[in-house]
């Protein structure tokens, strides 16, 4: 049997181009080009290691960090425009402990000697020192929120007030209630080199993603015949930089939420890559090369003690949060087409960003591990593969069993311990497409598992995961 205990870490073959779409974004080819075929390489699954025990003392945390504390909405700057809208209040901001660190990830699609004021990504990754847990949560661009001393606009326009990234940090402070200790900002190619110097990292896509690409990064993207419509088909894909940064950003037929989502993958994956890579130990010698593509508040010491906690992090997973369900669409009175913040009432955001602070719900350094073997009655082989990385995004571990000789229409969920049954069905269902009551009592005392799904045809790998359920389970 094959134990995948971390989202994609299995290559598989180069994605395949398709024709055609309507242009949107800037720069917008006229024309409709249809590329030509790709090689498909034969796809080796690696061997995962055999043990899935959490470390049981992390790496010493850091010291103390400082903490921004919000106050109430300011005077508005000379020569700062009124806001068109009402200013909202600050909210209360979370009571976070030292054992904490709040990080804000920024991509600039501007280089950052040039300033790198438009920001394209922005990502809060919170550190759990004491427990080697780490949750992450990406912030959409077009929020319309307040920035202290200045004006309402989207959150992405802080840096364009001239106010470097400390504006931003306050904004989402004033905005979210969520301080911010350190930041660290790359532009793409830093974004890139990060990547290739990896020489890859593999991504689990369960949705098809279609979009406009360069032919080749160095092409002019300003001549419309440099550009064609790529396709990516589901599987595990071995991705360069340029292919990952593509992934990241497209939204043209998807959202700026689903984007956020697979923003977060690629993350997850450089993670999974770097401690496999042993990077951490090269740490100090790499140095000088991260400091030549980030722009960071973050000296080395703190770098390094952060990055020693790579592994068990990795190891004990990471909780994946989304803001799609804490917005509502609206205009500005300038025509703008933003997103509004809820902060209270159902499906608020305050309930979502709080979760940044909550041990995950299937955290595995605070509960055992919970095992799912996975049949793959099907004739795709990359279903199995992409159930995995699947569940093992939510906290699960995948243990792949040998394929079903015999196919099946229907995809089948089974658990085999009597006391263990609902504990987790809410969210495994939801993962399989099936209803709870779906879920049946294997008659198998000794079977080693916790559940074992058999893959039927109607499987589809591609989750909404913006919708996740939203049930939580208290952390002993």
């Not at 960090?65 to 200013?87: N, Q």
């Not at 058999?454 to 952390?475: A, R, T, V, W």
Request: charged share 20%.
């Amino acid at each position: 049997m094959k134990r995948i205990s971390q989202p994609t870490n299995t290559p598989t073959s180069e994605p395949t181009e398709t024709p055609t779409l309507p242009p949107t974004d800037t720069p917008t080819p006229a024309g409709s080009p249809t590329p030509g075929p790709s090689p498909t390489p034969t796809a080796t699954v690696p061997t995962p290691t055999n043990t899935f025990t959490p470390s049981a003392t992390p790496t010493s945390k850091p010291t103390s960090v400082p903490i921004l504390t919000a106050t109430a909405a300011p005077p508005f700057l000379e020569g700062v425009p009124t806001p068109p809208t009402a200013v909202p209040t600050a909210v209360a901001t979370f009571a976070v402990n030292d054992d904490f660190t709040n990080i804000l990830l920024l991509g600039s699609d501007t280089p950052l000697d040039e300033g790198g004021t438009r920001t394209d990504t922005m990502i809060v990754v919170s550190i759990n020192n004491d427990t080697g847990t780490a949750s992450v949560i990406s912030l959409p661009r077009d929020l319309y929120v307040y920035h202290p001393g200045k004006t309402m606009s989207r959150l992405n326009s802080a840096l364009s007030f001239g106010d470097g990234v400390d504006l931003l940090k306050q904004t989402i402070l004033y905005n979210f209630g969520i301080p911010i200790h350190y930041y660290a900002r790359v532009d793409f190619d830093g974004f890139k080199t990060a990547v290739d110097a990896m020489d890859g990292v593999d991504v689990a896509v369960s949705c098809q993603l279609r979009d406009w690409r360069l032919k080749s990064p160095e092409l002019d993207i300003e001549d419309e015949d440099n550009w064609e419509i790529y396709t990516l088909e589901p599987g595990v894909h071995h991705m360069d930089g340029d292919t990952a940064l593509w992934y990241a950003r497209s939204r043209r037929t998807t959202s700026d939420f689903d984007r956020g989502r697979r923003q977060q993958q690629i993350l997850q994956a450089m993670l999974n890559e770097g401690v496999d890579l042993g990077l951490v130990s090269q740490f100090p010698a790499l140095w000088n090369t991260y400091r030549d593509n980030v722009d960071t508040d973050m000296d080395i010491g703190r770098a390094l003690q952060l990055a020693a906690l790579a592994p068990t992090i990795r190891e004990n997973g990471v909780q994946h949060l989304y803001l799609a369900r804490g917005v509502q669409s609206w205009t500005t009175p300038e025509g703008a087409q933003v997103q509004l913040p809820i902060w209270e009432g159902k499906g608020n955001m305050q309930e979502t960003f709080s979760r940044l602070f909550r041990v995950p719900t299937l955290n595995k350094a605070t509960r055992r591990p919970v095992f799912v073997e996975i049949v793959n009655a099907t004739d795709n082989p990359d279903l199995a593969l992409l159930a995995a990385d699947n569940l093992a995004w939510y906290g699960f571990i995948p243990i792949i069993a040998e394929d079903d000789s015999q196919p099946d229409s229907g995809t089948q969920l089974q658990y085999f311990h009597p006391n263990f049954k609902e504990s987790y069905d809410w969210l495994i269902s939801w993962i399989f497409g099936l209803r709870r009551s779906q879920i049946e009592l294997a008659e198998d005392d000794d079977f080693t598992y916790d559940y074992r799904v058999i893959l039927g045809e109607d499987y589809d790998p591609c989750l909404n995961k913006l919708n996740q359920p939203q049930e939580f389970i208290d952390s002993d």
